[in-house]
Every structure is written in C-alpha cells, then in structure tokens.
C-alpha cells in the first residue's frame, strides 16, 4: 500500500504542476489578465513551492511519510476548489500560493519513498524514474480531462472535478503503512547544514536549471500552441484551437511517462547518471531551438521529443544525488535541492511572460536555451563529485 502512496503523491505533483497550465487558455479571459500577469501566478505558485519544500523536507524526516502525504491531498484538493471559484486576480492568486504546501508536500512524501520502497532500495535513480512515471500520468491526464470537461460543463465544475480526483488518495493514505523515518534534522537552520555539502549544492543547481525547463512547458506549452495554432489556422474555431493546445501538454506529458519507464530499466542509470542527463540536456537545447522556428505542423512532434529528453533528468538527479547520501537524511536533501531547484521555476516562466507581452511566445521559448547549456556542465560536475 505504501507503493500505491508514493505513486499516487507523485502522480497529485503532476496535477499541480500542469493545472495552471492546462487552465490557462480560460482562465486568462476569465481574470481578464494578459501573459504577464498569468507569470505572475505561476512565480507566485512556484515561489511558495520554494519555501514550502525546506519545511517539507525536514518534517518528513521529523514525523514521517504519513501526515505529510495527508496533508498533501486534502490542501491540495481543497485549493483547486477555491480556484475554481476564483473570478479576479486577488481571488485566484491566494489559492495558487497556498497550493505550494499541498504540492510540496505531495512531492516530498512521494519523492522520498519511491527510491526507499521501489527496488529495494538498492538503485535510486531508477526507482526515481520509475515512480516518476506517475508524475508524468498527473501531467498527461490533468489537461486531457480539463479540456474535455470544459466542453461539456461549467468552468467552475470543471476545476471542482479535479479537487475531488486530488482528494481520493487520502483513504489509502490514511490506511497504509509506512516504513520507519529515522530521527533527521530538528529545525530548517540545521537543515540548510547541508548546503555545506558540494553534493547537494551542485544538484540543487542542476535542478534550478531543469526545473526551469519544465515549469516553462507544463505553465507555456498551451499558449505557445494556441499561439501557432491560430496563426497558421486562422480559419479554426477558438474552443477547438483552446482544445487542441491544452493537448499538446498531453503529449508532452506522455513523452515525459516514455522516457522515464525506459530509463528505470537501465541498471547502471545511477552509476553514469551524470552522462546521461548531460546528452539529454543537448538534445533539448536543440530541439527548444527547433520550436522558435517550426510551424504549427511540427509542433506536437517537437514536444514529444522534448518531453523524452526531459524525462529522466529530475528523476536521476535526485537518484544520483541520494546514492551519496543515508536514507535518514533523505527527505532533508531533497527538500534543499529542490528548493533551489524552484527558483529556476520562479524566475524563468515568468521572464518568459514578460518577453512574449512584447513578442511571442514562441519567441520568448529561447530563453530556455542557455539553460539547456548549464544543464551539461553542472550535470557532469555533479558526477564527479
């Protein structure tokens, strides 16, 4: 039961990280705000994501899995909901900081016991990968069902339906068992200690520059469909235009499920994790320069690759970065790497909303492409550590 836990925490992750997203071609016109200010929400989300996961980090390794992952599901539920209800700006952007607890929280539990409870416990990275699968699933499924139920009900019942998919999980939640945690760090201060460590601080950057990527896609991928869409169709009707670039997240969504149940069959995916994030993190450069200057025609091919290029990177950084580590400490380090990590997501969406107000989207995706270089250089340095 503690394996269908960490999946479905993982999978809830996925959820948050592609709601703004999914709801963007809506929720914009709703709010009545334009491409700036919708970065603003998602530096807002990912802002609080940042303090959210130092605090997560060190209570699981306090309290354990169990009361994390509750809390979790039932805040995470019960801020879709008030998103839902949501009609300004002042409305919508309490909701979005607060759902930084609950998506925090679904990360650090799921993220902490996948590596402990999947391949008994013996490879990291690929237990990584394989449980991350599901984060990919929440990803895939989130915009499907939303452009889906926004064809056939209200705005408002579309977003309440998927606080109530949030808040299922909290019955096996409640009833499963969990494996022993370890007495870790007693406050934050003690925590950031460990920033003392090169390990952790070079994998906090290799998150900071792909985490960057990623919320990029997950939050712009719609738009920028939308976006190319309209240009290159001009003659196809708006809801189904809304529709066909909600699915593109979808796609990108599944690419990500691929390339990660592929790379949790590769036993030696700890050992030259490094390498492989680094010639993945080429690749993506290269096709994110592909999408500043494809057509529509191209784009749902370019974003599936990006996706399979993406996919194992988070997974085996933090599976690369906990075989240097004890179990004990685990959900400390992850909530430290990961909070530098965010930053990358504060900083980078939002730039890229601010530089498609005077531009386009699918210009402003270049600012994606230094990172992809940063991505080689600190992933090979974290390997030699």
Same mark, same amino acid.
């Given at each position: ?27 914009? #016109? ?87 409870? @999947? ?10 990968? @394989? ?20 064809? $056939? ?124 994030? !680094? ?35 988070? #997974? ?10 004890? #179990? ?33 989207? $699918?210009?402003?995706?270049?600012? @994606?492409?230094? !990172? ?14």
């Amino acid at each position: 039961m503690e394996k269908i836990v960490a999946l479905l925490c993982v999978f809830g992750l996925g959820m948050c990280f592609s709601l703004l997203g999914s709801i963007s071609v809506k929720l914009m #016109p709703r709010l009545k705000i334009d491409k700036g200010k919708f970065g603003s929400l998602i530096s807002a989300f990912m802002l609080m994501c940042l303090v959210a996961s130092l605090v997560m980090g060190v209570v699981v390794d306090k309290l354990g899995y169990k009361p994390v992952a509750i809390f979790g599901f039932v805040v995470t539920a019960a801020c879709i909901f008030a998103l839902s209800r949501g009609r300004t700006y002042g409305e919508v952007i309490i909701p979005c900081l607060v759902l930084g607890f609950g998506a925090m929280a679904l990360n650090t539990a799921g993220n902490t016991l996948i590596p402990v409870v @999947l391949f008994g416990g013996e490879n990291p990275a690929a237990a990584s990968n @394989l449980g991350n699968v599901f984060f990919g699933l929440g990803l895939f499924l989130t915009p499907l069902i939303v452009s889906f139920l926004f064809r $056939k009900a209200s705005y408002e019942k579309a977003i309440s339906a998927l606080a109530v998919i949030v808040l299922i999980p909290v019955i096996f939640a409640s009833i499963a068992k969990y494996p022993d945690v370890q007495a870790g760090f007693l406050t934050v201060g003690d925590a950031l200690g460990l920033l003392g460590k090169p390990a952790v601080l070079v994998a906090g950057l290799v998150l900071f520059f792909y985490i960057a990527l990623e919320a990029s896609f997950c939050n712009w991928i719609a738009p920028y469909g939308k976006e190319i869409i309209s240009k290159d169709f001009p003659e196809m009707a708006g809801d189904v235009a809304d529709a066909v670039a909600q699915r593109m997240l979808s796609v990108f969504a599944v690419a990500m499920m691929v390339g990660r149940l592929v790379a949790s069959q590769i036993q030696f995916i700890t050992a030259y994790g490094d390498v492989i994030i !680094a010639g993945l993190a080429l690749v993506a450069g290269l096709i994110i320069f592909g999408m500043t200057k494809s057509g529509a025609i191209w784009t749902s091919a370019l974003v599936a690759c990006a996706g399979l290029a993406f996919a194992p990177c988070f #997974p085996t950084t933090v599976g690369v970065t906990f075989a240097k580590f004890e #179990p004990a400490v685990y959900g400390s380090v992850f909530g430290i790497i990961f909070a530098i990590g965010l930053l990358g997501a504060v900083i980078v969406p939002k730039a890229i909303g601010n530089y498609a107000k005077g531009s386009s989207v $699918k210009r402003s995706l270049k600012l @994606l492409i230094p !990172a992809c270089i940063a991505l080689i250089v600190l992933a090979l340095i974290l390997g030699k550590l």
